[in-house]
């Protein structure tokens, strides 16, 4: 049956017609020719496929492939005996006679042979042929080394995989096992795995990524196929606010209006005077307000949707400016205006620690990832960390600051972004000692940044909403206009299913100024389930949702 202990290099060996290999076909039991012309030329692209029956309500479906991708789907899901039916009752087999031969030699070990069935198959791209001839012979050496043929593994390198001209730095790894054959373990895909039928499966799938599509067909083909529909759907889906899990195959996927929030759910009437801030906790359970009263309050969101009043956080001489989760959601910061931060414990909403400054106000904060520290923008036009006792661990100034104000910190704790300008928006790597800007030609009201801290959203004092990427050099990628401004701060916040959604508040309402401070109240923190605006109470009224992606919106 040929072998891998045979010396004379295969590609020497196929280089002429076919015919003039038949001996050697013979020789390594290929042994019906007429069968494999035939399969050669089945492989060959048809000079007109114009007259090829055509299925599908466009006509674009062509029949004979749509047959072959069905086949080639039950076989990967372990319906073998469904899949020859198929072949058998339509009379079009998945591969070519040729084709299927070549598989078998490879799953067979019978290297040589396979090389001049490859040749056999009629690929127009001779670099495709090198690929894959330099892919076999590899195996073949890897194997032969395994089984302690060191001598066969060496003759074969240098007259068969050499003389291929092509991954030269392969070619030196693969040398360098001649003189350490157990280096031959971690180059070759099995691993510690000698069992040659799990070893070569693995092996012919990777082979088969260097054949065209139209020879062998792609492993689980239809279920690209099936995915990319789908992901069309999505994208062409206005409303699309629900996970992949939701999509069936029965229907197209559409979005209705109603899974976006538009109704109030219920009206908070506990602060006494301006509502200022809102947030949600990371697992959706809590909601904190701060407001213009001087307060905060902890509310707990029931498993109905409902929310009912925790604590009432009091202590601040000044209106509470923002607040702050913990990452762990235990505790929460809670900022007075120019005053102090002070530190809670939800379960019992004690005060656990107060951080100030002498002669210096504190206007904004946040936490360490880890949890472990917090950080603050300071009057003084500074940036102070401090650990949770209030120890002072690091200060930041920088030379170009008006003002600290509106700060987040990435997930892995390296950036601080803050507002340090009237139109300005400070990046500091805190790694690099590294500052980089954001530059606007309007005044900066606020910004949010996104979960995977690739994005900033910018709110302008113009009515104007700004998307910058701030993964490298800060890129602005797109600009939202809709929503009306003229007395009270907008906040706007990304949400939704993968945050596909920008929500903004607005002062257009006939009844009263309403402003869009939260997240959703959904424990994934990802979906628009409720939106909160505010003013004396916290209430739903309008407010103005965008695509991130369509750079549409929509007012509800």
């Known amino acids: 049956m040929g072998g891998i202990e045979e010396s004379e290099p295969p590609l020497k060996r196929a280089k002429g017609p076919v015919a003039e290999s038949k001996n050697l076909a013979e020789d390594s039991s290929v042994k019906e020719s007429s069968v494999c012309s035939l399969g050669d030329v089945m492989a060959r692209p ?39 039916l198929l072949e058998e009752e339509s009379g079009i087999p998945m591969h070519s006679s040729v084709v299927n031969q070549f598989m078998q030699q490879v799953m067979d070990g019978y290297w040589d042979e396979s090389i001049i069935t490859l040749h056999m198959i009629g690929l127009s791209d001779e670099t495709a042929v090198k690929s894959a001839s330099f892919l076999i012979l590899e195996q073949k050496f890897l194997e032969l080394l395994r089984r302690d043929k060191v001598s066969a593994a060496l003759n074969s390198l240098r007259s068969e995989i050499v003389p291929l001209q092509i991954n030269m730095s392969r070619v030196h790894e693969l040398a360098s096992c001649i003189i350490s054959p157990s280096k031959s373990l971690t180059l070759g895909d099995s691993g510690q795995d000698t069992e040659d039928e799990k070893s070569r499966s693995k092996f012919l799938a990777k082979l088969q990524k260097l ?26 889906c206005l409303f699309h606010n629900t996970s992949d899990s939701d999509f069936s195959l029965y229907s197209d996927h559409q979005c209705g209006r109603n899974r976006i929030p ?39 969101v029931k498993e109905d949707g409902q929310v009912s009043l925790k604590h009432r956080l009091s202590g601040h001489r ?33 005060c656990l620690h107060v951080y100030e400054k002498t002669g210096v106000g504190l206007i904004s904060c946040g936490w360490f990832l880890d949890g472990g520290g917090i950080f603050a923008g300071m009057t003084d036009k500074s940036i102070c960390l401090w650990d949770l006792d209030g120890r002072e661990l690091e200060s930041w100034k ?58 900033l959203l910018v709110n302008l004092i113009n009515q104007e909403i700004h998307l910058w990427s701030i993964e490298s050099d800060p890129k602005l990628v797109s600009r939202y206009k809709g929503h009306k401004r003229a007395r009270f ?42 939106f909160v605006s505010s003013y004396f109470c916290l209430h739903l009224f309008s407010f103005y949702l965008y695509s991130a992606t369509m750079l549409k919106y929509l007012c509800f």
């Open 318 to 350: 000044k209106p509470v400016f923002t607040v702050s989760w913990s990452p762990n959601d235990h505790q929460l910061l809670t900022c007075g205006q120019e005053e102090a931060i002070r530190r809670w414990d939800v379960n019992s909403g004690e």
């Open 46 to 84: 048809l000079t007109s496929q114009g007259d090829e029956e055509k299925i599908g309500s466009k006509g674009v479906i062509k029949k004979s492939e749509f047959i072959k991708i069905i086949t080639r789907a039950l076989y990967s899901l372990g319906y073998d005996k469904s899949g020859a």
């Open 489 to 530: 701060v907008i906040r706007s916040c990304f949400g939704g299913f993968e945050q596909a959604f920008i929500a903004s508040g607005s002062e257009d309402s006939q009844n009263v100024p309403e402003i869009l401070l939260s997240e959703s109240v959904a424990a994934a923190a990802s979906s628009l389930d409720n």
């Open 398 to 455: 920088g030379q170009k600051t008006l003002r600290i104000s509106d700060m987040a910190i990435t997930d892995d704790g390296k950036r601080i972004i803050s507002i340090c300008r009237e139109a300005a928006i400070l990046l500091l790597d805190r790694e690099a000692n590294f500052e980089r800007w954001i530059e606007e030609e309007e005044v900066i009201t606020s910004f949010s940044l996104s979960k995977d801290n690739k994005y």
């Open 262 to 300: 538009s109704q109030t759910l219920q009206i908070l009437e506990a602060h006494s005077d301006e509502v200022w801030f809102l947030q949600f906790s990371h697992d959706g359970k809590y909601l904190a307000s701060s407001s213009k009263d001087q307060s905060a309050i902890i509310w707990e």
């Open 211 to 236: 054949l065209p599509a139209s020879v062998v067909i792609p492993e689980k083909r239809l279920e690209h196929l099936v995915e990319k529909a789908l992901d069309v759907q999505r994208d062409s």
